[in-house]
């Protein structure tokens, strides 16, 4: 290997993990990589990164396509393809997570964040403004993002794979375990009503659809709406194996319906494992269980109001 070429990726390697506020052990857990091979790599130590390395420690530094396209050119490895979608889900099963506050950048990481918490057996919340995107329909992810399939040609398929799987994963877990989802009932009809592209709008009735199945379905689903929009949009995994990690949290963008507009900045959210973090956000689910609408426990009630919503 000649060693300018070697120093040079060790800059780059170095600059970084500069530029991402988290000490390497914890770059380490979300990659599945060792303390010391990333040592390496930043001291310039390997000549031969494997192309599965590369991918995987990308993802855990919150990198763009793009950015991971550069990243493999760097180490003279060819860009991304189709044929890579199954090493991202992969990634998804193997990253792990602790009390660091981790920051999410991109969209399609939010999502492989999301895969992995929901891969975990056991229970958990949802707190959104929209239904959850486990149940959209094939499609679906991959039209709502669309002009960001325009950055990158692996766009579109990773979001709609990983969109496949979480859908799979949930309805495998509903057969075991609890699931809840509290949504605002006025982000759920802004989400039906305010939407002028009648492409988007048909999959969105299909989305509804899908929620009064699983209700059907599934006892384990419970759909709560309340009157008010919750401040955050959080998912809260319980873990039925307690004798493994603690309760994950994934923090995602406020709900639309309190602050309309495009989404600035380039965070997608946060995740963490830290247990007083973790507490503040059941306490907010006890104030937001106290503001679900009584009428619509009754599931024959909620499914004639989502009927009737997805009929105007």
């Known amino acids: 290997m000649n060693p300018v070429k070697q120093a040079a990726r060790a800059d780059y390697v170095r600059s970084l993990l500069r530029e991402i506020p988290l000490p390497r052990n914890q770059v380490a857990a979300a990659s599945g990589l060792s303390n010391t091979y990333i040592r390496d790599l930043e001291q310039g130590n390997i000549a031969n990164v494997a192309r599965e390395k590369l991918i995987a420690f990308a993802v855990a530094l919150n990198l763009s396509l793009k950015a991971i396209d550069e990243m493999l050119n760097r180490f003279d490895r060819a860009p991304l393809s189709a044929a890579d979608i199954g090493l991202f889900l992969q990634i998804a099963g193997q990253r792990r997570f ?48 669309r002009r960001l399939t325009d950055s990158h040609p692996v766009h579109g398929p990773l979001v709609e794979a990983i969109a496949g799987h979480r859908r799979v994963t949930l309805l495998q877990n509903l057969r075991k375990h609890p699931v809840r989802q509290y949504i605002c009932r006025h982000c759920l009809q802004d989400y039906i009503r305010h939407c002028d592209d009648p492409v988007e709008k048909r999959w969105r009735f299909l989305h509804l659809e899908a929620v009064a199945e699983a209700l059907q379905m599934y006892p384990n689903w419970q759909f709560l709406l309340t009157d008010t929009c919750p401040t955050f949009i959080f998912t809260l995994k319980t873990p039925a194996d307690r004798s493994g990690a603690g309760d994950r949290l994934v923090i995602t963008r406020q709900a639309p319906h309190r602050f309309q507009g495009r989404r600035l900045g380039k965070l997608a959210g946060f995740v963490t494992e830290n247990a007083p973090v973790v507490e503040n956000f059941r306490k907010e689910l006890e104030s937001i269980a106290g503001v679900v609408v009584e009428e619509f426990l009754d599931r024959r009630r909620l499914l004639g109001f989502l009927r009737d919503l997805a009929a105007r």
């Open 98 to 145: 602790s009390s660091a506050l981790v920051p999410i950048r991109d969209d399609f990481t939010l999502g492989l964040v999301l895969l992995s918490t929901e891969q975990i057996a056991g229970g958990h919340v949802i707190v959104s403004s929209e239904p959850t995107v486990c149940l959209r329909r094939t499609g679906h992810v991959r039209y709502a993002q």
